[in-house]
């Protein structure tokens, strides 16, 4: 081997060393700030920024005692690839990441991770187009998880003309995140982008309480791993999941979650507190009975009959499933948690309670024993629920006791969950298929 081949292989191996340090140190970099609260008390939540901020100053320095002049293009493409990770660590989009990155896939255009960086570079920045073909372009060189979890999101959020066009992506990014589960079981943000995916099926497709189970089973292996227990994202989309599942409590106590690990974060505090009001307002409403007075209460109890039951009039219905299902009338009061069989409750609507959410539709029903409970009426059209006064039966409810305290406030009330209205009989009338969403 003569002197150039030797000073050659010694400049190779030399390279090669100094880019192990700057993979090491950019790693180091994103590990600090994904597992910042394994480290620091929850308390030191509002530093986080500013101390990753100061992190990433003291990684560009290495990159800086660095000359990438000399090397070949694919390890200079790896030399800007790292340099645009690292800049953009931060949550706010980077100039220096945006343009160190095309540098990277300009130089190797084979590179897929500095693609699917760039794509995130531009997706910070609202370019939203370019983003996608960043993702496509890299999935179309080799299936990866990142790019099929990114796809699934950008799918889900694009702006279309119509609900079957919606719906159409809304199953698109289902698959797509199903299938970045699948490449990787144990990757936390995958799972994490799963369960928004299934919560996007739920509010676009259909309001069914399987799909948010689904959407939890999938947090919950998000949540297993330390950088998703600690993702502020991740509990405040457990907790929406949660609030439509009705599990208030647990739902607070997430957004609450969100709040501690984002501070500067507004949605999870704004959500909470529109929650708050919700059962406050819930609360208030069925103990007074929909704020009315005497004389009016008087007369809805007074005209309220059997005959209202309309279809279950003669103590039976055909179910979903198309089974013949015996009914006998009962109080609210008598009502068990979980599906009451072979139940059916008759009441009248007292008021609608406020919610700054669309879904669920939220009344309050008072049977004849004067027992007042609420209903939430979830895959209803907008402006199709019921008004105070009407009449309202409902077979084999399924109803839930709400108990718990909050802020030292005790919330207590009753509520029956209604996702399929078109089994509910309204002035003696089943509800039409014109009222679903």
């Not at 994904?34 to 003291?58: M, S, T």
Request: proline residues 3%.
């Amino acid at each position: 081997m003569d002197k150039k081949e030797k000073h050659d292989d010694s400049s190779s191996n030399k390279i090669q060393e100094e880019m192990c340090v700057l993979e090491d140190n950019v790693k180091k970099l994103y590990e600090f700030r994904d597992h910042y609260f394994e480290h620091h008390a929850i308390e030191e939540a509002a530093l986080k920024d500013q101390r990753v901020q100061d992190k990433l100053q003291e990684t560009i320095r290495h990159f800086h005692n660095f000359d990438c002049s000399k090397m070949k293009p694919e390890a200079r493409a790896r030399y800007y690839y790292l340099l645009g990770r690292a800049h953009d660590v931060l949550s706010s989009h980077s100039p220096e990441a945006e343009t160190a990155l095309a540098k990277a896939v300009k130089l190797d255009p084979q590179l897929v991770e500095a693609w699917n960086q760039l794509g995130e570079t531009y997706w910070k920045r609202n370019n939203v187009k370019e983003a996608r073909n960043c993702f496509q372009g890299a999935l179309n060189k080799k299936k990866n998880m990142v790019s099929l979890r990114n796809l699934s999101i950008l799918v889900r959020q694009e702006h279309v003309a119509t609900h079957e066009e919606k719906v159409k992506n809304i199953e698109e990014g289902l698959e797509l995140a199903r299938q970045a589960v699948e490449m990787e079981a144990s990757d936390p943000e995958s799972w994490m982008v799963l369960g928004n995916a299934y919560l996007a099926t739920f509010f676009t497709v259909q309001q069914n309480p399987r799909t948010l189970k689904l959407a939890m089973a999938a947090y919950k292996r998000a949540e297993a791993d330390a950088v998703g227990k600690n993702n502020p994202d991740l509990h405040y989309n457990k907790a929406v999941a949660l609030k439509f599942e009705e599990e208030y409590a647990s739902a607070l106590e997430e957004f609450a979650r969100a709040c501690e690990l984002n501070p500067s974060w507004d949605t999870p505090s704004s959500q909470q507190q529109q929650l708050i009001q919700y059962l406050d307002s819930t609360m208030d409403l069925v103990q007074s009975r929909g704020r009315l007075k005497a004389k009016k209460l008087q007369a809805f109890l007074q005209s309220i009959e059997t005959k209202q039951l309309g279809p279950y009039e003669g103590g039976q219905y055909t179910a979903p499933n198309g089974l013949s299902v015996k009914l006998r009338l009962q109080p609210l009061s008598s009502l068990q948690t979980g599906i009451n069989c072979e139940v059916v409750v008759l009441g009248k609507v007292i008021c609608s309670v406020r919610n700054d959410d669309s879904v669920p539709f939220t009344f309050c029903l008072m049977d004849k024993d004067k027992s007042v409970c609420t209903v939430t009426v979830y895959n209803i059209a907008s402006g199709k629920g019921v008004i105070i006064g009407d009449s309202v039966a409902i077979p084999e409810p399924f109803v839930t006791h709400v108990s718990f305290t909050y802020n030292s406030k005790k919330y207590s009330f009753t509520s029956i969950r209604v996702d399929n209205p078109l089994v509910m009989v309204v002035n003696c009338k089943k509800v039409g298929r014109d009222k679903l969403a």
